[in-house]
Protein backbone atom coordinates (compact mmCIF):
# COMPACT_ATOMS: atom_id res chain seq x y z
CA UNK A 1 0.00 0.00 0.00
CA UNK A 2 1.28 3.53 -0.76
CA UNK A 3 1.89 6.31 1.65
CA UNK A 4 -1.08 8.36 1.10
CA UNK A 5 0.83 11.29 1.78
CA UNK A 6 2.87 10.72 -1.26
CA UNK A 7 0.23 10.43 -3.80
CA UNK A 8 -0.95 12.81 -6.09
CA UNK A 9 -3.93 12.79 -8.29
CA UNK A 10 -4.84 14.74 -10.85
CA UNK A 11 -6.53 15.39 -14.07
CA UNK A 12 -5.75 17.75 -17.04
CA UNK A 13 -8.37 19.91 -18.54
CA UNK A 14 -8.33 21.89 -21.61
CA UNK A 15 -10.28 23.28 -25.00
CA UNK A 16 -9.95 20.61 -27.39
CA UNK A 17 -7.07 21.07 -29.62
CA UNK A 18 -5.02 23.47 -26.33
CA UNK A 19 -2.53 20.50 -26.11
CA UNK A 20 -3.80 18.43 -23.20
CA UNK A 21 -2.50 15.04 -25.08
CA UNK A 22 1.08 15.87 -26.00
CA UNK A 23 1.44 17.79 -22.54
CA UNK A 24 0.32 14.28 -20.69
CA UNK A 25 3.10 12.38 -23.02
CA UNK A 26 5.58 14.96 -22.22
CA UNK A 27 5.06 14.45 -18.50
CA UNK A 28 5.33 10.46 -19.31
CA UNK A 29 8.35 11.10 -20.80
CA UNK A 30 9.55 13.08 -18.08
CA UNK A 31 9.24 10.43 -15.68
CA UNK A 32 10.21 7.89 -17.64
CA UNK A 33 6.74 6.28 -17.72
CA UNK A 34 7.01 5.96 -21.50
CA UNK A 35 9.92 5.67 -23.76
CA UNK A 36 9.76 8.53 -26.14
CA UNK A 37 8.17 7.38 -29.39
CA UNK A 38 6.48 9.21 -32.07
CA UNK A 39 3.29 10.05 -31.81
CA UNK A 40 0.87 10.00 -28.97
CA UNK A 41 0.73 7.50 -26.50
CA UNK A 42 -2.57 7.65 -24.77
CA UNK A 43 -5.03 7.93 -26.94
CA UNK A 44 -5.04 4.66 -27.94
CA UNK A 45 -8.52 3.77 -30.66
CA UNK A 46 -7.60 4.47 -34.54
CA UNK A 47 -10.77 6.91 -34.37
CA UNK A 48 -9.66 8.70 -31.56
CA UNK A 49 -6.45 9.14 -33.37
CA UNK A 50 -7.74 10.20 -36.32
CA UNK A 51 -10.09 12.88 -34.38
CA UNK A 52 -7.73 14.05 -32.23
CA UNK A 53 -10.44 13.49 -29.54
CA UNK A 54 -9.60 11.69 -26.31
CA UNK A 55 -13.33 9.65 -26.45
CA UNK A 56 -12.54 7.25 -23.46
CA UNK A 57 -10.59 8.37 -20.44
CA UNK A 58 -7.34 6.74 -18.97
CA UNK A 59 -5.60 6.61 -15.86
CA UNK A 60 -2.01 6.08 -16.04
CA UNK A 61 0.42 6.02 -12.82
CA UNK A 62 4.15 8.10 -12.57
CA UNK A 63 6.73 8.22 -10.34
CA UNK A 64 8.21 11.72 -9.90
CA UNK A 65 11.49 12.21 -7.98
CA UNK A 66 10.98 15.72 -6.71
CA UNK A 67 13.44 18.15 -6.03
CA UNK A 68 12.55 17.59 -2.39
CA UNK A 69 14.53 14.09 -2.77
CA UNK A 70 11.00 12.70 -2.21
CA UNK A 71 9.63 9.99 -4.86
CA UNK A 72 5.93 10.79 -5.56
CA UNK A 73 3.04 8.41 -7.15
CA UNK A 74 1.27 10.76 -9.82
CA UNK A 75 -2.04 9.55 -10.95
CA UNK A 76 -2.93 11.52 -14.19
CA UNK A 77 -6.71 10.20 -15.06
CA UNK A 78 -7.73 11.37 -18.60
CA UNK A 79 -10.76 13.38 -19.20
CA UNK A 80 -12.40 13.41 -22.58
CA UNK A 81 -12.49 16.57 -24.01
CA UNK A 82 -16.18 16.76 -25.63
CA UNK A 83 -19.60 17.80 -24.66
CA UNK A 84 -21.38 14.32 -25.51
CA UNK A 85 -18.94 13.28 -22.66
CA UNK A 86 -19.43 15.49 -20.19
CA UNK A 87 -20.76 13.08 -17.51
CA UNK A 88 -17.62 11.01 -17.79
CA UNK A 89 -15.35 13.93 -17.42
CA UNK A 90 -17.36 14.96 -14.15
CA UNK A 91 -16.39 11.79 -12.54
CA UNK A 92 -12.79 11.30 -13.55
CA UNK A 93 -12.66 15.02 -12.15
CA UNK A 94 -14.43 13.67 -9.09
CA UNK A 95 -11.46 11.01 -8.82
CA UNK A 96 -8.93 13.85 -8.31
CA UNK A 97 -7.40 16.67 -6.00
CA UNK A 98 -5.58 18.81 -8.67
CA UNK A 99 -5.92 19.61 -12.22
CA UNK A 100 -3.76 21.57 -14.50
CA UNK A 101 -5.92 23.93 -16.38
CA UNK A 102 -3.71 24.31 -19.96
CA UNK A 103 -4.71 26.97 -22.36
CA UNK A 104 -3.42 27.56 -25.59
CA UNK A 105 -0.98 30.44 -25.49
CA UNK A 106 -2.57 31.10 -29.01
CA UNK A 107 -5.96 30.93 -28.52
CA UNK A 108 -6.74 31.67 -25.23
CA UNK A 109 -9.52 30.63 -23.03
CA UNK A 110 -12.12 29.16 -24.89
CA UNK A 111 -15.86 27.37 -24.70
CA UNK A 112 -14.65 23.93 -23.09
CA UNK A 113 -11.96 25.82 -21.12
CA UNK A 114 -14.61 27.44 -19.11
CA UNK A 115 -17.01 24.85 -18.62
CA UNK A 116 -14.12 22.05 -17.64
CA UNK A 117 -12.75 24.65 -14.97
CA UNK A 118 -16.67 25.18 -13.40
CA UNK A 119 -16.61 21.53 -12.76
CA UNK A 120 -13.25 21.80 -11.48
CA UNK A 121 -14.29 24.17 -8.96
CA UNK A 122 -17.23 22.47 -8.13
CA UNK A 123 -15.21 19.38 -7.24
CA UNK A 124 -12.65 21.66 -4.99
CA UNK A 125 -9.93 20.93 -6.99
CA UNK A 126 -6.95 22.59 -6.82
CA UNK A 127 -6.42 24.52 -10.25
CA UNK A 128 -2.98 24.78 -11.57
CA UNK A 129 -2.93 27.06 -14.68
CA UNK A 130 -0.91 26.54 -17.27
CA UNK A 131 -0.32 28.72 -20.68
CA UNK A 132 0.41 26.23 -23.09
CA UNK A 133 2.37 26.38 -26.94
CA UNK A 134 4.36 29.40 -25.30
CA UNK A 135 7.21 28.09 -28.49
CA UNK A 136 4.45 29.48 -31.09
CA UNK A 137 5.73 32.64 -32.97
CA UNK A 138 1.72 33.88 -32.43
CA UNK A 139 2.07 32.88 -29.00
CA UNK A 140 0.52 36.10 -26.69
CA UNK A 141 0.93 34.88 -23.41
CA UNK A 142 0.84 38.25 -21.53
CA UNK A 143 -2.77 38.38 -23.22
CA UNK A 144 -4.16 34.99 -21.91
CA UNK A 145 -2.21 35.61 -18.64
CA UNK A 146 -4.54 38.28 -18.13
CA UNK A 147 -7.58 36.34 -19.33
CA UNK A 148 -6.63 33.41 -16.50
CA UNK A 149 -6.74 36.36 -13.84
CA UNK A 150 -9.98 37.70 -15.13
CA UNK A 151 -11.12 34.08 -14.95
CA UNK A 152 -10.10 31.91 -11.61
CA UNK A 153 -8.57 35.27 -9.98
CA UNK A 154 -5.07 33.53 -9.10
CA UNK A 155 -2.03 35.38 -8.54
CA UNK A 156 0.44 36.10 -12.18
CA UNK A 157 2.83 34.28 -10.36
CA UNK A 158 0.89 31.13 -9.45
CA UNK A 159 0.39 30.88 -13.30
CA UNK A 160 2.77 28.07 -15.27
CA UNK A 161 4.55 28.58 -18.93
CA UNK A 162 5.08 24.92 -20.75
CA UNK A 163 5.69 23.81 -24.20
CA UNK A 164 4.02 20.50 -24.87
CA UNK A 165 6.28 20.64 -28.09
CA UNK A 166 9.58 21.13 -26.92
CA UNK A 167 9.06 20.12 -23.21
CA UNK A 168 10.18 23.48 -21.75
CA UNK A 169 8.50 24.33 -18.58
CA UNK A 170 7.32 20.77 -18.32
CA UNK A 171 9.41 19.99 -15.33
CA UNK A 172 7.81 23.12 -13.10
CA UNK A 173 4.58 21.41 -14.11
CA UNK A 174 5.36 18.32 -12.32
CA UNK A 175 6.77 19.88 -9.41
CA UNK A 176 3.49 22.08 -8.95
CA UNK A 177 1.59 18.90 -9.03
CA UNK A 178 3.76 17.64 -6.18
CA UNK A 179 3.63 21.23 -4.55
CA UNK A 180 0.16 22.57 -4.94
CA UNK A 181 -2.23 18.94 -5.33
CA UNK A 182 -2.95 18.27 -1.84
CA UNK A 183 -2.81 14.53 -1.12
CA UNK A 184 -5.74 12.53 -1.11
CA UNK A 185 -7.72 11.93 2.46
CA UNK A 186 -9.84 9.17 3.81
CA UNK A 187 -9.42 6.38 6.16
CA UNK A 188 -7.98 3.83 5.72
CA UNK A 189 -9.74 1.40 8.24
CA UNK A 190 -13.12 2.40 7.31
CA UNK A 191 -15.40 0.22 5.23
CA UNK A 192 -14.35 0.17 1.34
CA UNK A 193 -15.59 2.89 -0.67
CA UNK A 194 -14.28 3.18 -4.08
CA UNK A 195 -15.36 5.31 -7.31
CA UNK A 196 -15.71 4.02 -10.84
CA UNK A 197 -14.73 6.82 -13.03
CA UNK A 198 -13.77 4.87 -16.07
CA UNK A 199 -14.28 1.45 -17.54
CA UNK A 200 -12.95 -0.61 -20.34
CA UNK A 201 -13.48 -3.73 -22.79
CA UNK A 202 -10.60 -6.02 -23.00
CA UNK A 203 -11.69 -9.04 -25.50
CA UNK A 204 -10.07 -11.18 -22.96
CA UNK A 205 -10.39 -10.07 -19.71
CA UNK A 206 -14.21 -8.77 -19.70
CA UNK A 207 -14.32 -5.36 -18.79
CA UNK A 208 -12.10 -3.62 -16.36
CA UNK A 209 -12.95 -0.86 -14.20
CA UNK A 210 -10.94 1.78 -13.15
CA UNK A 211 -11.64 2.99 -9.40
CA UNK A 212 -10.33 5.34 -7.02
CA UNK A 213 -10.56 4.26 -3.03
CA UNK A 214 -12.25 7.46 -1.21
CA UNK A 215 -11.95 5.26 2.03
CA UNK A 216 -10.59 1.82 2.98
CA UNK A 217 -8.61 -0.92 1.59
CA UNK A 218 -9.44 -3.62 -1.26
CA UNK A 219 -7.31 -6.89 -1.61
CA UNK A 220 -7.25 -9.57 -3.95
CA UNK A 221 -10.24 -11.95 -4.15
CA UNK A 222 -12.37 -9.63 -1.84
CA UNK A 223 -16.26 -10.39 -2.81
CA UNK A 224 -16.81 -6.89 -3.79
CA UNK A 225 -20.80 -5.57 -4.48
CA UNK A 226 -21.27 -2.52 -6.71
CA UNK A 227 -23.60 -0.49 -4.91
CA UNK A 228 -25.88 1.39 -7.34
CA UNK A 229 -26.44 -1.98 -9.71
CA UNK A 230 -26.42 -4.09 -6.40
CA UNK A 231 -24.27 -6.81 -8.29
CA UNK A 232 -21.72 -8.62 -6.40
CA UNK A 233 -18.32 -9.42 -7.79
CA UNK A 234 -14.78 -11.46 -6.62
CA UNK A 235 -12.49 -9.21 -7.14
CA UNK A 236 -10.19 -11.54 -9.39
CA UNK A 237 -7.27 -8.92 -10.07
CA UNK A 238 -6.77 -5.45 -8.84
CA UNK A 239 -3.49 -3.06 -9.17
CA UNK A 240 -2.34 -0.32 -10.47
CA UNK A 241 -2.10 1.20 -14.44
CA UNK A 242 1.15 1.83 -15.66
CA UNK A 243 1.85 1.43 -19.23
CA UNK A 244 0.50 -1.83 -18.59
CA UNK A 245 -1.63 -3.46 -15.85
CA UNK A 246 0.42 -4.48 -12.84
CA UNK A 247 -0.88 -6.84 -10.60
CA UNK A 248 -1.45 -5.56 -6.78
CA UNK A 249 -2.34 -7.67 -3.83
CA UNK A 250 -3.53 -4.88 -1.84
CA UNK A 251 -4.96 -0.82 -2.97
CA UNK A 252 -5.46 1.90 0.02
CA UNK A 253 -6.66 4.73 0.59
CA UNK A 254 -6.21 7.57 -2.43
CA UNK A 255 -5.16 5.37 -4.65
CA UNK A 256 -6.16 4.65 -8.41
CA UNK A 257 -6.43 1.08 -9.82
CA UNK A 258 -8.16 -1.29 -11.62
CA UNK A 259 -10.54 -4.18 -11.18
CA UNK A 260 -11.00 -7.28 -13.22
CA UNK A 261 -14.01 -9.59 -12.01
CA UNK A 262 -15.33 -11.34 -14.81
CA UNK A 263 -17.85 -8.84 -16.25
CA UNK A 264 -18.42 -9.49 -20.02
CA UNK A 265 -20.62 -6.73 -20.28
CA UNK A 266 -20.35 -2.90 -20.18
CA UNK A 267 -23.92 -1.81 -19.33
CA UNK A 268 -23.10 -3.69 -15.82
CA UNK A 269 -20.19 -1.28 -15.27
CA UNK A 270 -21.56 2.36 -14.32
CA UNK A 271 -19.70 4.85 -14.28
CA UNK A 272 -20.35 6.98 -11.22
CA UNK A 273 -20.55 3.87 -9.29
CA UNK A 274 -19.59 2.81 -6.26
CA UNK A 275 -17.51 0.09 -5.02
CA UNK A 276 -17.65 -1.79 -1.65
CA UNK A 277 -17.37 -4.96 0.30
CA UNK A 278 -19.97 -7.37 0.53
CA UNK A 279 -19.58 -8.03 3.87
CA UNK A 280 -19.22 -4.98 5.41
CA UNK A 281 -20.68 -2.46 3.17
CA UNK A 282 -20.23 1.39 3.75
CA UNK A 283 -23.10 3.03 4.36
CA UNK A 284 -23.30 5.72 1.62
CA UNK A 285 -22.50 5.42 -2.24
CA UNK A 286 -20.49 8.47 -3.15
CA UNK A 287 -22.38 11.40 -4.23
CA UNK A 288 -23.00 12.24 -7.78
CA UNK A 289 -24.42 9.16 -9.55
CA UNK A 290 -26.25 9.71 -12.61
CA UNK A 291 -27.71 7.29 -15.40
CA UNK A 292 -26.21 8.46 -18.38
CA UNK A 293 -29.50 8.90 -20.48
CA UNK A 294 -28.97 9.11 -24.29
CA UNK A 295 -30.29 12.59 -25.92
CA UNK A 296 -30.15 12.03 -29.73
CA UNK A 297 -31.99 9.16 -31.85
CA UNK A 298 -31.96 8.11 -35.04
CA UNK A 299 -32.84 5.47 -37.29
CA UNK A 300 -30.33 2.55 -38.60
CA UNK A 301 -31.04 0.42 -40.99
CA UNK A 302 -29.24 -2.21 -42.92
CA UNK A 303 -29.52 -1.33 -46.86
CA UNK A 304 -29.42 -4.61 -47.45
CA UNK A 305 -32.43 -6.14 -45.82
CA UNK A 306 -30.77 -9.53 -45.18
CA UNK A 307 -28.54 -7.87 -43.11
CA UNK A 308 -30.65 -7.08 -40.36
CA UNK A 309 -29.16 -9.52 -37.91
CA UNK A 310 -25.81 -9.33 -38.70
CA UNK A 311 -26.50 -5.57 -38.45
CA UNK A 312 -28.14 -6.57 -34.48
CA UNK A 313 -25.35 -8.39 -33.37
CA UNK A 314 -23.12 -5.65 -34.43
CA UNK A 315 -24.82 -3.22 -32.32
CA UNK A 316 -24.73 -5.58 -29.19
CA UNK A 317 -20.78 -5.90 -29.86
CA UNK A 318 -20.55 -2.04 -29.78
CA UNK A 319 -22.38 -1.86 -26.60
CA UNK A 320 -20.46 -4.47 -24.89
CA UNK A 321 -17.66 -1.77 -24.43
CA UNK A 322 -19.88 1.45 -24.92
CA UNK A 323 -22.81 1.05 -22.50
CA UNK A 324 -24.48 4.69 -23.53
CA UNK A 325 -25.51 3.19 -26.77
CA UNK A 326 -29.09 2.09 -27.18
CA UNK A 327 -30.63 0.67 -29.67
CA UNK A 328 -33.86 -1.15 -30.00
CA UNK A 329 -36.00 -2.79 -33.17
CA UNK A 330 -37.65 -0.20 -34.93
CA UNK A 331 -39.57 -0.60 -38.62
CA UNK A 332 -40.02 1.69 -41.35
CA UNK A 333 -42.69 1.83 -44.37
CA UNK A 334 -39.99 3.42 -45.93
CA UNK A 335 -36.98 1.69 -45.10
CA UNK A 336 -38.05 -1.52 -43.84
CA UNK A 337 -36.33 -3.15 -40.26
CA UNK A 338 -33.77 -2.12 -38.47
CA UNK A 339 -32.64 0.21 -35.07
CA UNK A 340 -33.79 3.06 -33.34
CA UNK A 341 -30.68 3.77 -31.64
CA UNK A 342 -30.24 6.29 -28.63
CA UNK A 343 -26.57 8.52 -28.35
CA UNK A 344 -25.11 11.12 -26.03
CA UNK A 345 -24.85 13.21 -28.80
CA UNK A 346 -23.64 14.05 -32.46
CA UNK A 347 -20.21 13.11 -31.94
CA UNK A 348 -21.46 10.00 -30.30
CA UNK A 349 -23.92 9.19 -33.12
CA UNK A 350 -21.06 9.82 -35.43
CA UNK A 351 -18.07 7.45 -33.64
CA UNK A 352 -21.16 4.65 -34.13
CA UNK A 353 -21.32 5.18 -37.34
CA UNK A 354 -17.67 5.00 -38.79
CA UNK A 355 -17.34 2.01 -36.12
CA UNK A 356 -20.58 0.24 -37.74
CA UNK A 357 -18.52 0.82 -40.97
CA UNK A 358 -15.00 0.11 -40.04
CA UNK A 359 -15.23 -2.55 -37.56
CA UNK A 360 -18.17 -4.95 -38.90
CA UNK A 361 -18.12 -3.25 -42.55
CA UNK A 362 -22.09 -2.79 -42.23
CA UNK A 363 -24.08 -0.59 -44.93
CA UNK A 364 -26.86 1.32 -43.50
CA UNK A 365 -28.72 4.19 -44.02
CA UNK A 366 -29.16 6.45 -40.95
CA UNK A 367 -31.88 8.87 -40.53
CA UNK A 368 -32.13 12.53 -39.33
CA UNK A 369 -31.36 12.65 -35.85
CA UNK A 370 -33.88 14.20 -33.55
CA UNK A 371 -33.89 14.67 -29.57
CA UNK A 372 -36.26 12.90 -26.95
CA UNK A 373 -39.77 14.27 -26.43
CA UNK A 374 -42.09 14.43 -23.69
CA UNK A 375 -45.40 14.21 -25.04
CA UNK A 376 -48.56 14.53 -22.66
CA UNK A 377 -52.14 13.30 -23.72
CA UNK A 378 -55.30 14.77 -23.13
CA UNK A 379 -55.89 12.05 -20.17
CA UNK A 380 -52.72 13.22 -18.50
CA UNK A 381 -50.64 10.60 -19.31
CA UNK A 382 -47.35 10.99 -20.21
CA UNK A 383 -44.85 9.56 -22.79
CA UNK A 384 -41.05 9.67 -24.10
CA UNK A 385 -41.07 9.78 -27.83
CA UNK A 386 -38.05 9.03 -29.37
CA UNK A 387 -38.82 9.13 -33.17
CA UNK A 388 -41.12 12.17 -34.88
CA UNK A 389 -43.27 9.03 -36.58
CA UNK A 390 -43.90 7.56 -33.69
CA UNK A 391 -46.22 10.98 -32.34
CA UNK A 392 -49.49 10.07 -31.02
CA UNK A 393 -52.71 11.24 -33.22
CA UNK A 394 -52.36 15.11 -33.02
CA UNK A 395 -56.08 15.40 -31.74
CA UNK A 396 -55.04 13.67 -28.59
CA UNK A 397 -52.05 15.31 -27.80
CA UNK A 398 -52.23 18.14 -24.80
CA UNK A 399 -48.87 19.25 -25.17
CA UNK A 400 -45.11 18.30 -26.05
CA UNK A 401 -41.75 19.00 -24.87
CA UNK A 402 -38.83 19.51 -25.56
CA UNK A 403 -35.18 19.54 -24.16
CA UNK A 404 -33.81 22.87 -24.04
CA UNK A 405 -29.56 23.20 -23.65
CA UNK A 406 -27.92 26.45 -22.13
CA UNK A 407 -25.22 27.43 -24.53
CA UNK A 408 -21.36 28.98 -24.26
CA UNK A 409 -20.06 30.62 -27.37
CA UNK A 410 -16.89 32.23 -26.60
CA UNK A 411 -16.39 34.82 -30.01
CA UNK A 412 -14.70 37.89 -31.37
CA UNK A 413 -17.05 41.11 -31.11
CA UNK A 414 -16.90 41.37 -34.26
CA UNK A 415 -19.08 37.92 -35.02
CA UNK A 416 -21.93 39.02 -32.62
CA UNK A 417 -24.37 39.95 -34.79
CA UNK A 418 -24.36 37.27 -36.76
CA UNK A 419 -23.96 34.63 -33.99
CA UNK A 420 -26.72 36.26 -32.35
CA UNK A 421 -29.27 36.00 -35.51
CA UNK A 422 -28.18 32.75 -35.79
CA UNK A 423 -29.11 31.94 -31.88
CA UNK A 424 -32.63 33.59 -32.59
CA UNK A 425 -33.18 31.45 -35.46
CA UNK A 426 -32.67 28.76 -33.75
CA UNK A 427 -35.53 29.48 -30.94
CA UNK A 428 -32.24 30.85 -28.69
CA UNK A 429 -32.92 32.87 -26.11
CA UNK A 430 -29.96 35.57 -24.76
CA UNK A 431 -29.36 35.10 -21.49
CA UNK A 432 -25.88 36.73 -20.38
CA UNK A 433 -23.44 38.49 -22.56
CA UNK A 434 -20.22 39.09 -20.84
CA UNK A 435 -16.78 40.29 -21.70
CA UNK A 436 -13.83 38.38 -21.54
CA UNK A 437 -11.00 40.46 -22.16
CA UNK A 438 -10.21 42.89 -24.55
CA UNK A 439 -12.02 42.11 -28.38
CA UNK A 440 -13.90 38.71 -26.83
CA UNK A 441 -17.29 38.23 -25.40
CA UNK A 442 -18.97 35.12 -23.94
CA UNK A 443 -22.63 34.78 -24.60
CA UNK A 444 -24.91 31.92 -22.94
CA UNK A 445 -28.46 31.39 -24.57
CA UNK A 446 -31.00 29.03 -23.67
CA UNK A 447 -31.74 27.22 -27.03
CA UNK A 448 -33.91 23.99 -27.98
CA UNK A 449 -31.03 20.74 -27.87
CA UNK A 450 -33.63 19.92 -31.37
CA UNK A 451 -31.92 22.79 -33.76
CA UNK A 452 -28.21 22.11 -31.94
CA UNK A 453 -28.09 18.19 -33.58
CA UNK A 454 -29.94 19.53 -36.87
CA UNK A 455 -26.94 21.73 -38.40
CA UNK A 456 -25.91 24.14 -35.31
CA UNK A 457 -22.12 23.74 -35.76
CA UNK A 458 -21.04 24.02 -39.18
CA UNK A 459 -23.07 27.30 -39.24
CA UNK A 460 -21.61 28.41 -36.37
CA UNK A 461 -17.76 27.69 -37.42
CA UNK A 462 -18.82 29.39 -40.69
CA UNK A 463 -20.36 32.31 -39.68
CA UNK A 464 -17.33 33.19 -36.87
CA UNK A 465 -14.60 32.20 -39.91
CA UNK A 466 -14.20 29.48 -37.00
CA UNK A 467 -13.51 32.27 -34.67
CA UNK A 468 -16.22 30.77 -32.03
CA UNK A 469 -16.13 27.82 -29.59
CA UNK A 470 -19.26 26.20 -28.03
CA UNK A 471 -20.18 24.14 -25.40
CA UNK A 472 -23.36 22.95 -23.79
CA UNK A 473 -25.28 21.21 -21.21
CA UNK A 474 -28.89 20.09 -21.12
CA UNK A 475 -30.72 21.89 -18.29
CA UNK A 476 -34.30 21.12 -18.72
CA UNK A 477 -37.53 20.08 -20.60
CA UNK A 478 -39.75 22.94 -21.94
CA UNK A 479 -42.88 22.93 -23.66
CA UNK A 480 -43.07 23.98 -27.24
CA UNK A 481 -45.52 23.98 -30.05
CA UNK A 482 -44.19 21.70 -32.37
CA UNK A 483 -45.78 19.77 -35.15
CA UNK A 484 -45.31 17.17 -37.37
CA UNK A 485 -44.16 17.68 -40.75
CA UNK A 486 -44.42 14.40 -43.44
CA UNK A 487 -42.11 14.34 -46.97
CA UNK A 488 -44.53 12.39 -49.74
CA UNK A 489 -42.86 11.08 -52.69
CA UNK A 490 -45.06 10.65 -55.26
CA UNK A 491 -48.11 10.59 -52.94
CA UNK A 492 -46.43 8.20 -50.41
CA UNK A 493 -45.58 9.74 -47.23
CA UNK A 494 -42.05 8.75 -46.01
CA UNK A 495 -41.81 8.27 -42.63
CA UNK A 496 -38.23 8.24 -42.10
CA UNK A 497 -37.80 11.91 -43.66
CA UNK A 498 -40.62 13.17 -40.72
CA UNK A 499 -39.63 15.45 -38.55
CA UNK A 500 -40.66 17.49 -35.62
CA UNK A 501 -40.65 21.30 -36.07
CA UNK A 502 -41.72 24.60 -34.54
CA UNK A 503 -45.79 25.26 -35.99
CA UNK A 504 -43.87 28.98 -36.86
CA UNK A 505 -41.40 27.90 -38.68
CA UNK A 506 -43.06 24.44 -40.58
CA UNK A 507 -44.30 26.13 -43.39
CA UNK A 508 -40.55 27.51 -44.91
CA UNK A 509 -39.53 24.50 -43.41
CA UNK A 510 -41.45 22.23 -45.88
CA UNK A 511 -40.97 24.22 -48.65
CA UNK A 512 -36.93 24.21 -47.53
CA UNK A 513 -37.01 20.08 -47.47
CA UNK A 514 -39.02 19.61 -50.85
CA UNK A 515 -36.37 22.38 -52.52
CA UNK A 516 -33.17 20.28 -51.26
CA UNK A 517 -34.33 17.12 -51.69
CA UNK A 518 -35.28 17.73 -55.42
CA UNK A 519 -31.07 18.39 -55.90
CA UNK A 520 -30.64 14.93 -53.93
CA UNK A 521 -32.34 12.91 -55.53
CA UNK A 522 -31.86 11.73 -58.84
CA UNK A 523 -33.74 12.35 -61.90
CA UNK A 524 -35.81 8.97 -62.65
CA UNK A 525 -37.02 7.52 -65.68
CA UNK A 526 -40.69 9.34 -64.43
CA UNK A 527 -41.68 12.86 -62.87
CA UNK A 528 -41.56 12.47 -59.23
CA UNK A 529 -43.51 14.43 -57.39
CA UNK A 530 -42.23 15.88 -53.33
CA UNK A 531 -44.45 17.28 -51.22
CA UNK A 532 -43.99 18.14 -47.38
CA UNK A 533 -47.36 18.16 -45.57
CA UNK A 534 -49.05 18.72 -42.02
CA UNK A 535 -51.54 16.85 -41.35
CA UNK A 536 -53.53 16.45 -44.21
CA UNK A 537 -52.54 19.77 -45.59
CA UNK A 538 -50.18 19.95 -48.42
CA UNK A 539 -47.67 23.19 -47.35
CA UNK A 540 -45.27 22.68 -50.21
CA UNK A 541 -44.28 21.38 -53.24
CA UNK A 542 -41.48 20.22 -56.18
CA UNK A 543 -41.00 17.93 -59.02
CA UNK A 544 -38.04 15.93 -60.33
CA UNK A 545 -38.19 15.51 -63.98
CA UNK A 546 -37.94 12.50 -65.71
CA UNK A 547 -35.02 11.89 -67.45
CA UNK A 548 -33.52 9.05 -69.74
CA UNK A 549 -30.79 7.77 -67.70
CA UNK A 550 -27.40 7.27 -69.67
CA UNK A 551 -24.36 8.57 -68.45
CA UNK A 552 -21.95 6.59 -70.72
CA UNK A 553 -23.11 8.58 -73.67
CA UNK A 554 -21.21 11.73 -72.40
CA UNK A 555 -18.04 9.34 -73.23
CA UNK A 556 -18.14 9.94 -76.84
CA UNK A 557 -17.52 6.12 -77.63
CA UNK A 558 -14.13 5.14 -77.76
CA UNK A 559 -12.38 4.97 -74.24
CA UNK A 560 -13.88 1.77 -72.92
CA UNK A 561 -11.60 1.67 -69.76
CA UNK A 562 -13.20 5.10 -68.71
CA UNK A 563 -16.97 3.95 -69.72
CA UNK A 564 -16.44 0.98 -67.26
CA UNK A 565 -14.95 3.41 -64.51
CA UNK A 566 -18.23 5.41 -64.97
CA UNK A 567 -20.23 2.07 -64.82
CA UNK A 568 -18.67 1.07 -61.48
CA UNK A 569 -18.87 4.82 -60.08
CA UNK A 570 -22.86 4.68 -60.73
CA UNK A 571 -22.52 0.91 -59.30
CA UNK A 572 -20.75 2.67 -56.05
CA UNK A 573 -23.39 5.35 -55.94
CA UNK A 574 -26.50 2.88 -56.23
CA UNK A 575 -24.81 1.05 -52.77
CA UNK A 576 -26.00 3.40 -50.43
CA UNK A 577 -29.81 4.34 -51.95
CA UNK A 578 -32.82 2.77 -50.73
CA UNK A 579 -35.92 1.96 -52.94
CA UNK A 580 -39.05 3.69 -51.99
CA UNK A 581 -41.99 2.66 -53.83
CA UNK A 582 -40.48 3.15 -57.67
CA UNK A 583 -38.21 6.19 -56.49
CA UNK A 584 -34.74 5.62 -55.44
CA UNK A 585 -33.70 7.64 -52.33
CA UNK A 586 -29.86 8.03 -51.69
CA UNK A 587 -28.67 8.16 -48.31
CA UNK A 588 -28.53 11.85 -48.72
CA UNK A 589 -31.71 12.49 -48.93
CA UNK A 590 -32.05 11.04 -45.50
CA UNK A 591 -30.25 13.15 -44.44
CA UNK A 592 -31.32 16.68 -46.56
CA UNK A 593 -32.56 18.26 -42.96
CA UNK A 594 -29.07 18.76 -42.14
CA UNK A 595 -27.98 20.30 -45.53
CA UNK A 596 -31.07 23.08 -45.55
CA UNK A 597 -29.37 26.67 -46.20
P1 LIG B 1 -5.76 18.07 -27.10
O1 LIG B 1 -6.95 18.07 -28.02
O2 LIG B 1 -5.92 19.11 -26.04
O3 LIG B 1 -5.41 16.72 -26.56
O4 LIG B 1 -4.54 18.60 -28.00
P2 LIG B 1 -3.33 17.80 -28.63
O5 LIG B 1 -2.35 17.42 -27.58
O6 LIG B 1 -3.86 16.73 -29.49
O7 LIG B 1 -2.67 18.97 -29.46
C1 LIG B 1 -3.34 19.64 -30.51
C2 LIG B 1 -2.34 20.11 -31.55
O8 LIG B 1 -1.47 21.09 -30.99
C3 LIG B 1 -1.44 19.01 -32.07
O9 LIG B 1 -1.23 19.21 -33.44
C4 LIG B 1 -0.16 19.19 -31.29
O10 LIG B 1 0.97 18.72 -32.00
C5 LIG B 1 -0.10 20.68 -31.11
N1 LIG B 1 0.59 21.09 -29.88
C6 LIG B 1 0.35 20.63 -28.63
N2 LIG B 1 1.14 21.24 -27.74
C7 LIG B 1 1.93 22.09 -28.44
C8 LIG B 1 2.97 23.02 -28.09
O11 LIG B 1 3.34 23.20 -26.92
N3 LIG B 1 3.54 23.72 -29.10
C9 LIG B 1 3.14 23.58 -30.39
N4 LIG B 1 3.76 24.32 -31.31
N5 LIG B 1 2.17 22.72 -30.76
C10 LIG B 1 1.58 21.98 -29.81
MG1 LIG C 1 -6.21 14.78 -26.89
Redesign the pocket.
Known amino acids: MENINKIRNFCIIAH?DHG??TLADRLLEKTQTIKITEG?M??DMDLERER???IKSHAIQMEYKANDGQTYILNLIDTP?HVDFSYEVSRSIAACEGALLVVDATQGVQAQTISNLYMAIEHDLEIIPVINKIDMPSAMPEEVEDEIVDLIGCKREEILRASGKTGEGVEDVLEAVVNRVPHPEGDNKAPLQALIFDSVFNSFRGIIAYFKIENGTIRKGDKVKFFNTGMEYDADEIGVLKMDMIARNELGTGEVGYIISGIKNATEVKVGDTITHVARPCEKAIAGFQEVKPMVFAGVYPIDPSDYENLRASLEKLQLNDASLTFMPESSVALGFGFRCGFLGLLHMEIIQERLDREFNMDVITTVPNVSYMVYDKQGGEKEVHNPSGLPDPTMIDHIEEPYIRATIITSCDYIGPIMKLCLDKRGELIKQEYVSGNRVELHFMLPLGEIVIDFYDKLKSISKGYASFDYHIDSFRPSDLVKLDILLNGEPVDALSTLTHRENAVAFGRRMCEKLKDLIPRQQFDIAIQAAIGAKIVARETIKQVRKDVTAKCYGGDVSRKRKLLEKQKKGKKRMKQIGNVEVPQKAFLAVLKLD
Do not use: E, M, R, V
Request: aromatic share 0%; proline share 0%.
Open positions: IKSQLDGITG
